[in-house]
């Protein structure tokens, strides 16, 4: 079983839809949890952070972690065609090394 | 701030041959990393480095060398390349202690890198 388990989609929903991503994990141990956005043929970039449980809102996006049931979640609103790519989530069990363990991604197109 | 650069971007290699991905940054990351990317399979790290002069192995190290000399540097060095070798190969940095206000890992745009 891997540690971190995604839906690879993929995923194609109109434009103005709300777009809902997600990821389980395995590992009780995770506390930062991340979702990267990776445009065709580029590297991932940032878009959300948190740290256990909650919600974040940052514009059009908000993330969501529930650690009793080991499920996070990224709900973009109002989705655009810019934000046709492919979302990854990660995560960590702290603040300090190297260990960031990454789902397979989420494919994504908003059509116009 | 150019931030993560890989160069080459695109290679094609035959069985056998060997080649060296070079990575950059610019941001005096203290971490650095090569993953590789295939479809279904996602990020997986090749390997990894704390600082200058100091290499680990990540998940999928067998094949693939590594050299820090110097803090802004990490090379990923192929000896032999292989078919199972395909793939696009990332290179990112991070600072040593998450620091929610600069983000995690900055990613490189890739390199390709096709072995016939």
């Known amino acids: 079983q891997k540690e971190v388990e995604q839906d690879p989609g993929p995923l194609s929903v109109p434009e103005g839809a709300i777009v809902s991503l997600n990821c389980t994990y395995s590992?009780?141990?995770?506390?930062?949890f991340m979702w990267y956005r990776q445009y065709s043929r580029k590297g991932p970039e940032l878009l959300m952070y948190t740290y256990s449980s909650g919600n974040k809102e940052d514009g059009r996006f908000t993330a969501q972690v529930d650690k009793s049931s080991k499920y996070i979640s990224l709900f973009i609103r109002d989705s655009q065609p810019s934000d046709s790519a492919t979302y990854l989530c990660a995560m960590r069990m702290d603040n300090t090394g190297n260990q960031f363990y990454f789902g397979t991604g989420t494919s994504l197109t908003v059509i116009p | 701030n150019a931030g993560v650069t890989q160069t080459p971007k695109f290679r094609v290699l035959k069985t056998g041959q060997s080649m060296t991905l070079l990575c950059a940054q610019d941001m005096n990351h203290e971490y650095m990393y090569w993953y590789r990317q295939d479809p279904g399979m996602g990020l997986r790290l090749i390997h990894y480095s704390v600082g200058e002069g100091t290499t680990a192995k990540g998940e999928v190290p067998d094949g693939y060398n590594v050299s820090r000399l110097k803090k802004q540097n990490f090379l990923l060095g192929l000896e032999s390349a292989a078919p199972s070798q395909t793939s696009v190969y990332f290179c990112?940095?991070?600072?040593?202690?998450?620091?929610?206000?600069?983000?995690?890992?900055?990613f490189g745009e890739g390199s390709r890198l096709t072995v016939l």
């Open positions: 990112a940095s991070s600072y040593r202690l998450y620091n929610p206000n600069t983000g995690e890992l900055f």
């Open positions: 590992n009780s141990a995770f506390q930062y």
